[in-house]
């Protein structure tokens, strides 16, 4: 707000605003409510201190209210996904220091057979939702459900898988409740003190490691990378509480109509799931090469990677990427081959078990993260690799 009092009228105020909130009314600026972010650009330069900036207190007031740590349990064809595994793991050890519930939250389709799983699974409670609409994933109903959920049941806490479905959803419902989100987070831990979520993730361009916490808004919601928190034991004499909940039609509205779902076809296993990664980087120097890392990773029953140069090149399709933009994997072997090893593909596969780097510069920074270390040209130690494994496993 603007005290009329102490403004002088120089209109530098109006001059600096980004969002044109500002103008004249005679001597003195006034300010458009609808235009303004709260972006502060006004207050640095009105030397006459008449410019103040009052923040909504109003959901800091009510923080008591919201209690649990919620995890979205993403599931497909009517499959709890792995990643929801993993959040129950690291979401039970968040839900101890609290001292709350650890709940999951199912939309789907037929999907109450699925509770028993997430029972065992150390869930104190399932909220489910059963409805046809929600069989397959669509924006719109699935928004609108979770965010009626939150507003209703105020958890303290919301994760989300980082998959596809997760970052969309995650991202709607966050803009819908007005609170913040952390995407892509690889460490979560408690503020026990101030009983705030520690949301932990690369930033700028992966240099640094950056702790985000959202101190007034709730719940605070993040979403998490498959294959960086460990999952969650299974210990089958576990009962959660269910609580059914059902929506009207009008809810279940999409403004999206969902002609069909094609699989990726896979020629070798899923990357995120693989036992065993074989990755080619920009050192492969051609598309016509990765037809040796593919036949690698047939040969040892695993699957492709690859570097973001690799794909930028369009040698290999995005699906395959490794790193920061890409998937995250830990393999039990990860085999790069002619990849540098830049902190953005090192982020998606450090904890991979044993890696193995090709590359024919001894300096080249992989050998860092490397368990063992081949220097020399992967053209032609990947072939003698390939020769050795097809005579080792009569292949
Ligand atoms: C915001 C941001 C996000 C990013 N996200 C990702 C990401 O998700 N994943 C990712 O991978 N990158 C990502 N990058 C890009 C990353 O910084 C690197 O540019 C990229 O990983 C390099 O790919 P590369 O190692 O294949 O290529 P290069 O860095 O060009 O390295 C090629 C390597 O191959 C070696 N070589 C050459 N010829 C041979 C041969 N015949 N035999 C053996 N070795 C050979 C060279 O010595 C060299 O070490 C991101 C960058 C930014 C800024």
Redesign the pocket.
């Known amino acids: 707000m603007i005290f009329p009092d102490k403004c002088a009228g120089c209109a530098l105020c109006a001059a600096v605003c980004p969002f044109g909130a500002i103008r004249m009314a005679g001597p003195k600026a006034v300010i458009d409510p609808e235009k303004c972010t709260l972006c502060g650009a006004c207050i640095a330069v009105c030397k006459f201190d008449a410019i103040e900036l009052r923040k909504d207190t109003e959901q800091k007031k009510d923080l008591s209210r919201y209690k649990d740590v919620w995890v979205f349990c993403e599931q497909k064809k009517g499959v709890i996904q792995p990643v929801s595994f993993e959040l129950l793991g690291e979401g039970a050890k968040l839900a101890k220091k609290l001292g709350v519930k650890l709940c999951a939250v199912v939309l789907g389709s037929g999907i109450e057979p699925r509770a028993s799983e997430l029972s065992a699974r150390g869930v104190d409670r399932i909220y489910l939702v059963d409805n046809p609409a929600l069989g397959v994933y669509q924006d719109d109903p699935y928004t609108e459900v979770l965010a009626r959920l939150v507003e209703e049941y105020a958890p303290e806490i919301l994760l989300c898988g980082a998959t596809t479905i997760g970052r969309s959803l995650a991202a709607r419902v966050a803009v819908k409740i007005k609170t913040g989100l952390t995407a892509d987070c690889t460490g979560l831990d408690i503020d026990e003190k101030e009983r705030l979520l520690l949301q932990t993730r690369p930033a700028f361009?992966?240099n640094i490691m950056a702790t985000i916490i959202t101190p007034n808004h709730r719940p605070q919601m993040a979403t998490i990378r498959h294959k960086v928190m460990k999952e969650a034991e299974i210990c089958e004499t576990r009962a959660a509480e269910i609580i059914r909940k059902n929506y009207p039609e009008t809810v279940m509205i999409s403004r999206t109509k969902l002609l069909g779902v094609m699989a990726e076809i896979e020629e070798t296993v899923n990357l995120t799931e693989a036992d065993v990664v074989v990755a080619g980087?920009?050192?492969m120097?051609g598309p016509e090469n990765f037809a040796m890392i593919k036949e690698l990773a047939v040969v040892l029953n695993g699957a492709v990677g690859a570097?973001?140069?690799?794909v930028d090149s369009d040698w290999i399709p995005y699906s395959h990427?490794?790193?920061?933009?890409?998937k995250t994997v830990c393999p039990k072997l990860y085999i790069a081959?002619?990849?540098?090893?830049?902190i953005?593909?090192l982020i998606?596969m450090q904890s991979s078990k044993i890696i193995v780097a090709?590359?024919?510069?001894p300096d080249?920074p992989i050998f860092k993260a490397a368990t063992y270390g081949i220097v020399?040209?992967?053209?032609e130690i990947v072939p003698a690799l390939i020769k050795e494994f097809r005579r080792v496993k009569n292949f």
Do not use: E, P
């Open positions: 361009g992966g980087g920009r050192g120097g570097s973001r140069s690799a990427q490794v790193g920061q933009t890409g081959c002619g990849i540098s090893g830049q953005q593909h998606g090709i590359n024919k510069d080249a020399g040209d992967a053209l």
